[in-house]
C-alpha cells in the first residue's frame, strides 16, 4: 500500500473526531526504548531457520503495531531476504497504525497547542492557519486519498510536486466532465461530480508550496488551470460563506493568489474575487496591475477589481499608473486611444465615490452599480480633455482629507 493510502486510510473515519479519548500532545505517542529493543529483537527472528519461529515473531509484531514501526522500517536493509519480506508487509500496517493515532491526537488538539508531524500539515498551516475550524478542514481534505497523496508530494521530492499538482487539476476536472473524451462511448454514462471545498483546498496548498513554480501540462498538451475549478458553486458558497471553515478557506485561496504566477490565470481569477468580494486576493490584483509583460486588458481589469473590494484604500496603486501610456483598446473617440492612465483614473474617482464623468471621461454603456467598475468602459474624447481631467485630479488629489 502507498504512504498516500496509507494516510488515507487512516484518517478516514475521523471525520467526527479521535475513536477515543486520545491525548493531544504528540509527545506521548513516542515509543518507550524497551518496546522498540523488543521488536528488533523480533525482527532478528524472521530470519529464523524454523518456521515456526519466524511465525511467531511475524504474530507478535503484528501485535506490536505501531510500536514495531521503526524496527521494521530499519528491517529494509537486512541482508537477509525472509527478514525484507516479512517486515515490509508488516510495516504497511504498523505505519497506518501509527498514523492513526497521531491523528487522533490531531484532532485532540482542538487549540492548537502543540505541533503534530503530519503530512502536509506544516505547508497548510502556514497558507490557511490553526485554528479549530482550519484544523477541521484539513481532517476533510485529507480524508479524500488523492488530497492525502498531493499532503504527501509536499514533502516529498520538489521536482516531483508540479507533476503531481497538474495530474490532480486534472483529476478534479475529469470528474466534472467525465464525456469529455468518450462522447461516443455507448457505455453506461457517468454522472458528473462537483468537487468538494476540502478537494479544492488540496490543491491550494499544494500549488502554494510550488511557490509560483509553473504547473505543466498534462498529456495531450491539454491544460486545466486551478483558476478553471474554482468557477464551481461550491468555492463561490464558502467563499462567500460566514461557516467555519470559510474563513480558513478565504485564507487558503489568498495564499495561493500569492503565489500566483501565471498572468492568464490571475485574468481567469480576478472576475471571481470581485464577485467575491475577497479581500485576500487583493495583493494578487496590485502585482497583475503594476506588471509591464501582463497584457493591458488583464491590467484594466485587476484595477476594477482592486477598486470594487478594496476602494479607496487601493489610490497607491491607481496613483502609480496614472502615468501609463500603455493602450488597452481603441475608444469610441477615434483616433484616441483608450490608455491606462486613463482606466487608473475612472477607477480612482470610482474608489472615491465620484463619478469619472466629474474628470472628463465618458461612458460608452450606461453607468450603474453593476457596471462603473469596468475600466474600459470610459474614455477621453480628445487629448484637450485627457489633459483637463488629470489636471482636475491632481487639484483634487492634493487636497487635505477634511476638504475633499
Known sequence: MTRAGLFALAIGGLAGGPAFAASPNPKDLEVPAAETAKAEGLVRRLGSGVFREREAATAELARMGRLAKVALRAAGDDPDPEVRSRSQRLLSRAEADDLQVRLDAFLADAEGKFDHDLPGWAAY???????????????????????????????????????????????????????????????????????????????????????????????????VTTAQLLH????????????????????????????????????????????????????????????????????????????????????????????DETVIQPTRFPPMKLELRDAALAMAAVATGQS???????SQQPVNDNT???????????PEKRAAGFKKWAEYDAKPAEKK
Open 125 to 223: 498551516k502556514a497558507a490557511a492557519g490553526a485554528d479549530g475550524p482550519a484544523r477541521e478542514l484539513f481532517a476533510e481534505l485529507a480524508k479524500d486519498p488523492q488530497s492525502a497523496a498531493l499532503l504527501l508530494a509536499v514533502e516529498g521530492p520538489p521536482a516531483d510536486l508540479p507533476q503531481a499538482a497538474a495530474a490532480r487539476r486534472f483529476q478534479i476536472w475529469m470528474n466534472m466532465n467525465p464525456g469529455v473524451f468518450n462522447r461516443f462511448n455507448r457505455g453506461t454514462p457517468v454522472a458528473p461530480r462537483t468537487p468538494t471545498a476540502a478537494e479544492i483546498a488540496g490543491l491550494l496548498v499544494a500549488e502554494v508550496a510550488l511557490g509560483g513554480k509553473p504547473v505543466p501540462r498534462n498529456a495531450g498538451g491539454m491544460f
Open 232 to 323: 464551481t458553486p461550491v468555492v463561490g458558497k464558502t467563499l462567500r460563506g460566514t461557516g467555519p471553515q470559510a474563513a480558513a478557506f478565504r485564507k487558503l485561496t489568498g495564499a495561493w493568489l500569492d503565489k500566483l504566477s501565471d498572468v492568464n490565470e490571475l485574468q481567469q481569477v480576478s472576475y471571481l474575487i470581485g464577485q467575491w468580494g475577497l479581500k485576500e486576493g487583493l495583493p494578487a490584483m496590485r502585482r497583475a496591475a503594476a506588471d509591464p509583460k501582463a497584457a493591458a486588458f488583464v491590467r484594466a481589469q485587476a484595477l476594477g477589481v482592486l477598486a470594487k473590494v478594496g476602494g479607496a484604500d487601493e489610490l497607491p496603486t491607481f496613483r502609480t499608473l496614472l502615468a
Open 372 to 382: 462603473k467598475h469596468n475600466p474600459w468602459m470610459y474614455s477621453f474624447e480628445s
Open 356 to 362: 469619472p464623468a466629474t474628470f472628463g471621461l465618458e
